[in-house]
Every structure is written in structure tokens, then in C-alpha cells.
């Protein structure tokens, strides 16, 4: 079985999310909840790379309007490891709509439109896994172990 532990996420901030200086929040819970960020990079997807990351909602209504908002402004792109973060990073979002996300979750502390939810979270550890190798080239991941701390006093 999978080692929990070494369970990875792609979680990105939104172009409304970036525009709203939300990156260094975001980036934030992750960290002080214990959370090792392995990637990290701000990118302007293409139409043709969205359509791709979100191709089983293309039959959705609200689809067009998606890709249009998504490729309105750069994003922030992230993979995060640790103990069931799959899971744990989408409760830290908070539900999709924000009339259901609860005070405390990213999206219940700032957001009120579904159509302007300021972030993304792998919604399985499959996708984790998708997302994160449709966004990052090999080698943008970086493996790394917090050091001995010999150097903290
Ligand atoms: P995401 O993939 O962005 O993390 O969102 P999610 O899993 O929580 O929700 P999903 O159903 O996959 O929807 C993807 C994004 O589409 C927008 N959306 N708009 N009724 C609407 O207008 C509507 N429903 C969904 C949201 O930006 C949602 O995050």
C-alpha cells in the first residue's frame, strides 16, 4: 500500500486568487499545517492546457465561462506532500460553492462566488498524480527531507 506520508497534491491558486494577493495566504495554511511544499511556479495557461485539466467538466454549462476565467490571469502552481493531503488540502479549501464552505476553509474565509473560488485541489490522490505531471515537467519536483536543524538555534 501507498505510504500516507508521501501522498502528494496539486493545488493551485486561481487568477482571482493571485490578483487578490491571496498566494502567500494560501501557501501559509499549507505550511504551518504541516505540509511540504515540493513545486511551486506562477505560469499563464493556455486555453488548450486548461481544457485538458478540467476535460470532465466539459459538458458543463458553465465550462466556457470557466476557461475564460481561468485564462484571465496567471496562476500559482503547487504540489504538496505529507500525510493524507489529498483529503486534508480539500477540507483547507473549503467547499466548491462558497454558500456551502464553511468559516475557517480558504474558500469560506474569502470568497462568495463559485465562479471566482480563488483555488484548485486534486479531488483524489489519481488526480494528484495527473495534475501534477500535467503542470510540472520532470524535474520542476523537487524531493527533499527537512535538514537535522543543527544550523537552528
Ligand atoms: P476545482 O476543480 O477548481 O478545485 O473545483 P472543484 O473540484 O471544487 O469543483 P468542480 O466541480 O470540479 O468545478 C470546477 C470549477 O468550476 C467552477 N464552477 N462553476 N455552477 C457554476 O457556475 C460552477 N460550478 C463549478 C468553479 O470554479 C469550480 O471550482
Redesign the pocket.
Known amino acids: 500500500m501507498a505510504d500516507k506520508r508521501s501522498e502528494r497534491t496539486f493545488i493551485m491558486v486561481k487568477p482571482d486568487g493571485v490578483q487578490r494577493g491571496l498566494v502567500g495566504e494560501i501557501m501559509k495554511r499549507f505550511e504551518n499545517r504541516g505540509y511540504k511544499l515540493v513545486a511551486c511556479k506562477m505560469c499563464r495557461p493556455s486555453q488548450e492546457h486548461l481544457e485538458e485539466h478540467?476535460r470532465d467538466?466539459k459538458s458543463k454549462p458553465?465550462f466556457p465561462g470557466?476557461i475564460t476565467y481561468m485564462t484571465s490571469g496567471p496562476v500559482v502552481c503547487m504540489v504538496w506532500e505529507g500525510k493524507e493531503v489529498v483529503k486534508m488540502g480539500r477540507m483547507m479549501l473549503g467547499a466548491?460553492n462558497p454558500l456551502e464552505s464553511n468559516p475557517g476553509t480558504i474558500r469560506g474565509d474569502f470568497c462568495i462566488d463559485?465562479?471566482r473560488?480563488i483555488c484548485?485541489?486534486s479531488?483524489s490522490v489519481e488526480s494528484g498524480k495527473r495534475e501534477s505531471s500535467h503542470w510540472f515537467k520532470e524535474g520542476e519536483i523537487q524531493e527533499w527531507k527537512p535538514a537535522e536543524f543543527d544550523w537552528v538555534y
Do not use: A, E
Open positions: 478540467y467538466l458553465f470557466l466548491t463559485v465562479g473560488n484548485h485541489g479531488d
